[in-house]
């Protein structure tokens, strides 16, 4: 009894706070879609609906009846194995359903997982997989925040989405270096607690000597590259990045702008004064090894900041790691459909470690491993350099 109201209290806790998020924006908002790695909130909505109804409803209840079959090529997003779908960039073409019927779609699923919840016992498979399901509904509600800023960035006269939203809680202290001895590390995730597949096996790497900064890259850090040319020097950059700079025609972080000589940068709150002792945010992998340069250091590989994460305080930003995102040694991938769920990506994209002021509470963990490909600046990406010793 004790675990069924541990699990019905979790899973209306979550499914609660995706609704929080998106209250008070209007229909029109829930189409919003900047671009094709974005996605709209009703499209967020169904998705994570779907994911509940494919991999638990649909194997776990006898005679269960789907809500409606056509939500799968609505809401799938990347399972090949469960069929055709929707194109990423078309998601926002979703005039059908409405959006009063996807909350209908929520509300029929959610008393039949609450339903699950009370018949138990539950096999420890479908547990797994009920506390993955949350674990993805918590992704997309930091990705429902993101995304909805790059649309509401798009638009001319910077509309506020929340504006009691800080984007700033923590100012940048004076840096020190925290100086790592070389020797053999344990890192990623083992044990029964939960973890995303692509944390684990806990396995041992070895470490040179190493340095590693106690706060992130500032605002008035970032300012002092862009003054000094930082986006006009191309020994800075990765080749992949300048031609990406040239084409993009980048010139600042996302979401800065300069009005009447002052550098300003759009939040969910806003259009913002840049606050110069705050946290950097919303830079590309290659903007963040581009100011390692010109500073004369690098980026920490991911296995680094492992080790080091409890000397420093982290949070705020997502922190990009000079790291490829691959397999541990001894990687084993989910089972069943939510194989797909993090292997298929392990290429051409870079690792973020830590968790971002959109991150969800209860939703960090020094093990956890983002991943983006290195042009990404949607997200509250930063950075925090090393050095060798």
Not at 71 to 95: T, V
Not at 96 to 102: C, D, K
Not at 199 to 210: Q, W
Not at 277 to 289: M, N, R
Request: glycine share 6%.
């Amino acid at each position: 009894m004790k675990r069924q109201l541990i699990l019905r209290e979790r899973y209306n806790s979550v499914r609660s706070e995706t609704l929080n998020l998106m209250a008070g924006l209007s229909p029109e908002d829930h189409l919003a879609q900047s671009s094709a790695e974005a996605s709209p909130p009703k499209w967020h909505l169904g998705h994570t609906t779907w994911f509940f109804e494919t991999l638990i409803l649909k194997p776990s209840k006898q005679n269960y009846q789907v809500y409606n079959p056509q939500y799968a090529f609505y809401f799938n997003s990347y399972y090949e194995a469960l069929g055709p779908r929707i194109d990423r960039a078309a998601r926002a073409s979703l005039s059908r359903p409405s959006l009063s019927e996807i909350h209908a779609y929520r509300d029929y699923v959610d008393k039949e997982v609450l339903d699950f919840i009370d018949d138990g016992p539950w096999p420890e498979d479908l547990l797994s997989t009920l506390e993955l399901g949350l674990n993805h509904e918590q992704q997309h509600q930091e990705l429902f925040l993101t995304d909805f800023k790059k649309a509401l960035g798009q638009q001319a006269f910077f509309p506020v989405y929340r504006s009691d939203f800080v984007e700033d809680h923590r100012l940048i202290q004076s840096a020190q270096w925290i100086e790592i001895k070389a020797g053999l590390y344990d890192i990623g995730c083992g044990g029964n607690e939960f973890h995303f597949d692509n944390e684990g096996p806990r396995h041992k790497v070895y470490l040179n000597d190493y340095a590693i900064s106690s706060e992130l890259v500032s605002n008035a850090d970032w300012q002092e590259f862009m003054e000094d040319g930082g986006y006009e020097k191309p020994e800075y950059w990765h080749m992949e990045g300048w031609e990406w700079l040239k084409k993009e025609a980048v010139c600042a972080p996302l979401y800065w702008l300069k009005e009447q000589g002052e550098w300003m940068q759009f939040s969910l709150s806003g259009l913002k004064s840049i606050r110069p002792d705050a946290a950097l945010c919303h830079i590309s992998f290659y903007e963040a090894s581009a100011y390692a340069q010109w500073k004369g250091l690098r980026l920490p590989t991911e296995a680094e900041w492992e080790v080091a994460q409890n000397h420093f305080h982290w949070g705020e930003r997502w922190e990009w790691t000079n790291s490829a995102y691959l397999p541990y040694p001894g990687f084993k991938e989910y089972d069943g459909p939510a194989k797909e769920y993090n292997a298929k990506f392990m290429i051409n994209q870079m690792v973020l470690r830590g968790a971002s002021i959109a991150s969800p509470t209860n939703h960090s963990r020094p093990s956890y491993r983002n991943f983006f490909h290195p042009h990404f600046r949607w997200q509250f990406n930063g950075l925090r350099l090393a050095k060798n010793l």
